[in-house]
């Protein structure tokens, strides 16, 4: 069933209750989703679009937004979100590999793209802003309200997300309908959404995260989202007292902490308050129950399979652990041979279920790579099961940075920085930082003679690569420690760095 249907379906009894709220004020009830998804997806399909055909759209964050999104869906197209951080370069890549047929855009942004769009397969540039103002707009105006859901296969393609590959090239991961809607209904279930619950949304809305586990199961249960362009700790503390629930990253715990109106007064209300996309560090999730109560509900997932484990909501929280495998999902800790380790010993996290992703956006090889012989995908984290069948996330196979819950490859950002004169080489580790959990830092070796300094680099970085990888502190060295392989001991740098 298309992803959309089956949403709708759940919450078509209750079309005058309130889907959204933003900020201004403006409210949307379920009906108008309905109208709005209807509209465009009458429009996308007007324009030509078949199905599969690619929309992607790098918008700041509005209700707007979130009605292409799920309008893509309804009409049996693909949505790409994009990160509003990217820059152009990387804008280039996306819209080469995937080939979308529509590209929606920033206003502001919309003339520095035509020509990265003219070289692309991109047949229509649209803008949207965050006030839902521009051309998409326009187009939206004339179109019908009523759209009959396109009906689609389970394994039909509804996202392509895209994530930083270790090789600094970045792969699609191609979610389903099947996808969608299986996680869904586990994750409003797990963690028992009914019509009554309020969320508090003030994730961004181009990855996982916000765009689904934030969204699918409120949908599915009819309730309803306050929505925030982004995560003001301020604003989100002055909003809890109207709120049953919050999703976030772990930096939104750490900056709600630093506030003095945390308290219990202003969670009364809640009921719910959940961590994921990055580590939660033990000291916020203890200083959290002391200080309101409320213990964190971690959970751990991935772009490539949604939403994978989660703490239980009736039962122990355990921290540092990020629970149990959901329900319809198998988890594996298994060793360099892939068969299953002992209870307790750390080994590679593999998983398989109706959430995990069908594969790599036009690269089988690197498909074949992630999955094992019999069909479990590799995470690339490694975890360690209790004795009681808790996971914990131990570390990580991959050479991932995560700073304030956006996933960074080193490599990107090594290639950016060796392109740059005077660099001979350079390692990128993340080292620990208060807010972020991780730092993007950069440990460079100068050509001889060389007169780079810190602020020269982080300048050429910034107009290349999105704001939140770009180094927080670069080092100089005179040479980079290696193995006896030749490979550079980055664990070395990161203890010699951190603090
Ligand atoms: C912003 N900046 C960051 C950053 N976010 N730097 C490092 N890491 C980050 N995460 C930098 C900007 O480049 C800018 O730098 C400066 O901080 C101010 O930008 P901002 O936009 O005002 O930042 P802020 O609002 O403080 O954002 C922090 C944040 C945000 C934590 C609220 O990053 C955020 O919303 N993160 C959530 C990410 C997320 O949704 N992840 C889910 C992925 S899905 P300068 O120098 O230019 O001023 C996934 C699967 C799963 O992982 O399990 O969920
Ligand atoms: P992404 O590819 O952006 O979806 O990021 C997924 C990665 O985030 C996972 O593979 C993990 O490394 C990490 N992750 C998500 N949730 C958690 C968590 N609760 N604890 C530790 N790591 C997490």
């Not at 703490?311 to 929280?317: K, L, S, T």
């Not at 198998?330 to 069908?358: K, M, T, W, Y």
């Amino acid at each position: 069933m298309n992803a959309y249907e089956y949403f709708r379906a759940a919450f078509a009894a209750r079309d005058k209750e309130v889907f959204l709220e933003d900020e201004t004020g403006s409210v949307y009830a379920y009906a108008d989703l309905d109208r709005e998804t209807a509209q465009v997806a009458s429009f996308l399909t007007g324009l030509g679009l078949r199905p599969g055909d690619r929309v992607a759209a790098q918008i700041e964050k509005s209700p707007q937004g979130l009605f292409l999104y799920l309008g893509t869906l309804r009409a049996g197209l693909c949505y790409l979100p994009l990160n509003t951080a990217y820059q152009r370069g990387e804008i280039a890549y996306f819209l080469g590999d995937a080939e979308p047929s529509v590209f929606v855009c920033d206003p502001a942004r919309a003339g520095g793209y035509e020509e990265v769009a003219r070289a692309s397969k991109v047949t229509h540039l649209l803008t949207l802003g965050a006030r839902g103002e521009g051309t998409l707009a326009d187009g939206l105006a004339g179109a019908p309200l009523r759209f009959d859901t396109r009906p689609v296969g389970t394994n039909d393609l509804a996202v392509i997300i895209y994530t930083s590959g270790t090789t600094g090239r970045s792969k699609g991961a191609m979610v389903t309908h099947g996808n969608l809607t299986s996680n869904a209904a586990v994750l409003k279930d797990y963690w028992g959404f009914t019509g009554r619950d309020v969320l508090i949304h003030a994730l961004p809305v181009f990855h996982v995260h916000g765009l689904f586990v934030a969204v699918h199961p409120i949908l599915l249960a009819g309730a309803r989202i306050l929505f925030h362009r982004k995560f003001d700790a301020r604003a989100v503390l002055a909003a809890l007292p109207r709120a049953t629930s919050l999703m976030g990253v772990p930096t939104f715990y750490v900056r709600l902490l630093a506030e003095p109106g945390l308290t219990q007064d202003a969670v009364r209300g809640m009921r719910l308050f959940v961590s994921g996309s990055a580590p939660l560090l033990l000291d916020t999730f203890s200083e959290w129950q002391a200080r309101t109560g409320h213990t964190i509900l971690e959970r751990y997932g991935m772009s490539e399979a949604g939403m994978i484990t989660s703490n239980p909501y009736e039962g122990e929280r355990r921290g540092g652990t990020v629970g149990f495998p959901l329900p319809g999902v198998e988890l594996r800790i298994a060793g360099a041979d892939d068969a299953p380790l002992p209870v307790g010993e750390p080994g590679a996290v593999q998983i398989r279920g109706p959430n995990v992703f069908s594969g790599y956006w036009r690269m089988p090889d690197k498909t074949r790579e992630e999955f094992t012989s019999d069909g479990w995908f590799r995470t690339g984290d490694v975890g360690q099961w209790s004795e009681d069948g808790y996971l914990s996330i131990v570390g990580r196979a991959k050479d991932l940075i995560i700073s304030g819950g956006y996933n960074v490859y080193p490599k990107e950002i090594e290639l950016v920085i060796d392109a740059i004169p005077g660099v001979m080489e350079s390692a990128v580790v993340g080292v620990p930082h208060p807010d972020f959990g991780e730092a993007v830092t950069a440990v460079i070796v100068k050509q001889q003679g060389a007169t780079l300094t810190e602020e020269a680099v982080v300048a050429h970085v910034r107009g290349e690569i999105a704001g939140f990888k770009v180094p927080k502190r670069v080092f100089f060295v005179d040479e980079l420690p290696r193995n006896a392989m030749g490979k550079v001991q980055k664990a070395l740098l990161r203890d010699k760095f951190s603090g």
